[in-house]
Each structure stands twice: as structure tokens, then as C-alpha cells.
């Protein structure tokens, strides 16, 4: 699973504005429905159900927020730089700044889980963090995100 399979250019906000972690959800669910042509009330209902199970904030300033949704027919991720951090209850109890949201078909056991372990890993990578917190651009952010797994694997 490589992150080009879930992310184009459309499916990164480089400077998504948010008072909030709902507000930062329901923009996320709104460019997630944009590009999977699900409904946007769907997708952030799922979004939120997770979070209510336990916070998506693995720390470090990092969201992964994931669901499943059986009308999909593949894997989609959605990433967002935020301007200013929000509060996220996250585990270390710092604010976020950097969400990957990832969107599986229902039936997506292994593949859900190993897109999830390659999205934690890439994003535990403090250099990698630090590039995409410097930057706004989309062209770089995609980059950041596709290049550095490539690099890594070589």
C-alpha cells in the first residue's frame, strides 16, 4: 500500500482554517465527500463515531483519523496542514497541526490496517513533520508525503 494509491493533489489542504477539532472533522469530511462523491454529513459521522471510541491524536501534534464506509470501493486519504493547532485530546495533550484522514471500504480488514501503519510511520518521522509544518505549498506537501516513503524503501 503506498500512499500515492490514497492521496492526489486533491487531497491535500495546505492551510485548512479551524477553531476546533469538530470544525477541523467537518472541513475534512466536506473535501472527503469532494473526492469520494460520498455524502459529507456520512463521512463525518463515521469520523466522529471513531472518535468517540478514543481520541485519533497520537501526539506529536498528529491526527489519524479513519473509518469505514461500505459504499466505497477503495482506500482514500485525506491531509491537512492546519494554520493553528487545535485541541484534539490528544494523547500527550498537545494541540494538532497535522491530520491524515483515512476513508476504507467496509470490508478492508488488512488493507485499512496496513494503510494505517504506513501513514503512523511515515508520520512519526520527526524530519518529515518538521518539512511539512514548513511548508504551504501543495505541490511540496504531496511530495513530502509520496517522496519520503520512496526514499526510505530505496
Known sequence: MELTDL???QCIIANLRATSKKQALQELARRAADV???EERKIFSV???RERLGTTGVGSGI????GKLPELERLYGIFA????PVDFQSI???PV??????????GAGADHLKALARVSRLLRDRDVCDKLRGTSELDALYAILTESQESRAA
Open 7 to 9: 492521496l492526489d493533489g
Open 63 to 66: 491526527a489519524i483519523p479513519h
Open 36 to 38: 469520494t462523491g460520498l
Open 47 to 49: 469520523l466522529m463515531d
Open 81 to 84: 496542514r492546519l494554520e493553528k
Open 92 to 94: 500527550d495533550d498537545r
Open 97 to 106: 497541526d497535522l491530520i491524515f484522514v483515512l476513508l476504507a471500504p467496509e
